[in-house]
């Protein structure tokens, strides 16, 4: 009969202890980390996917021991429905509308991080309207009634003096295809553009009434997940997060950079387009993922005052940064953020 092995034996019986003795929240931890994770897009814009191809590109991700799996799902209620399924465990989308409303739903949703605290929007207008004073009484063409550009219009309205309901008309037209068919056809005397449909018209001759980046303080680019995700997966959690402030502190070095990682990780268009829209966009980048309170308590307190969600809704019950802390904690630690 083959005898035990005195050494092996020792060494089995050290790592029984030392599972029995390890914390059973770090044990479960340990046990429950992901290491590929599903993110829904609801763009494929520069703008939107810079921050993320250029982790991926240069290896943010995978010195954090992640996989990224992207998918995309147009329209930030379908990127929700598919976060709440679980069908994916992040999102990047456009506004705070929708993670706000489904909070108010009662869906485990929370914004936990942004990565513009501006609008990526520039306003344009038709070529005999070149000023916020030609826009009154005239229509404004916005992609859908309580959509986030109707949103953003009515504040840059109101920024300038305007009453969004009596001094101008605002008809939802949809998608961009649309809104630029009726600015050139003279349908309507301005609307919302993102980046690089905005330098297109540029080129064409419509004059730019606004560089939404520039004056609205709100975030547009959001990262939500759902709360579940972040309790069960905080250590994937925190390295996904990681991962990307070094590919958004990558983009933001400056634009030689940023537009080199973007062709690096795939991103297609014309250098001169992708350049002039990146002069647009950048300065509505965050340095560290964090979230500007104060404009989305601005959507909050316009669905408050429209009826869209109850009054007791608060700022607290949708935004939760405790993970982003961590990141951006140990991040500061190793160096690598100020």
């Not at 997940?225 to 590919?247: C, D, N």
């Not at 005052?305 to 993970?323: A, F, Y």
């Amino acid at each position: 009969m083959e005898r035990p092995n005195p050494k092996a034996s020792l060494y089995f019986l050290f790592i029984l202890l030392f599972s029995i003795l390890l914390p059973p929240a770090a044990r479960q931890s340990a046990a429950q980390e992901k290491k590929t994770i599903r993110v829904a897009f609801v763009s494929l814009s520069w703008h939107q996917e810079l921050p993320f191809r250029a982790a991926l590109v240069r290896g943010f991700f995978k010195e954090q021991g992640l996989a990224i799996e992207p998918i995309l799902i147009r329209g930030g209620p379908a990127a929700i429905a598919a976060l709440a399924s679980g069908d994916v465990d992040f999102g990047s989308i456009g506004g705070a509308q929708a993670p706000i409303r489904s909070r108010a739903r009662g869906l485990d949703i929370f914004i936990i991080g942004s990565l513009s605290n501006r609008v990526n929007y520039t306003m344009l207008g038709a070529r005999d309207v070149r000023s916020v004073r030609d826009l009154k009484g005239k229509i404004i063409g916005v992609t859908g009634a309580g959509a986030f550009s109707d949103f953003v219009v009515r504040m840059f309205l109101k920024q300038n003096g305007f009453d969004p309901d009596k001094d101008v008309i605002l008809r939802p037209l949809g998608g961009t295809v649309l809104r630029v068919s009726a600015l050139e056809k003279g349908i309507i005397a301005a609307a919302p553009f993102s980046a690089e449909e905005a330098v297109g018209l540029l080129k064409k001759g419509f004059p730019m009434i606004s560089n939404l980046s520039e004056t609205l303080a709100i975030p547009q680019s959001i990262l939500v997940a759902r709360g579940e995700v972040l309790e069960k997966y905080p250590e994937t959690s925190k390295r996904f997060l990681k991962a990307l402030i070094q590919g958004l502190r990558l983009v933001r070095s400056g634009k030689k950079e940023a537009m080199q990682a973007g062709y690096d990780a795939g991103l297609k268009g014309d250098p001169d387009i992708v350049g002039r829209a990146y002069d647009l966009y950048q300065a509505a980048y965050t340095t560290d993922l964090s979230v500007a309170a104060e404009g989305i308590q601005l959507m909050l307190d316009e669905d408050i005052r429209n009826g869209v969600v109850d009054k007791t809704m608060t700022l607290d019950k949708v935004v939760n940064q405790r993970v982003l802390k961590r990141a951006q904690d140990e991040l500061r630690a190793e160096g690598r953020l100020k």
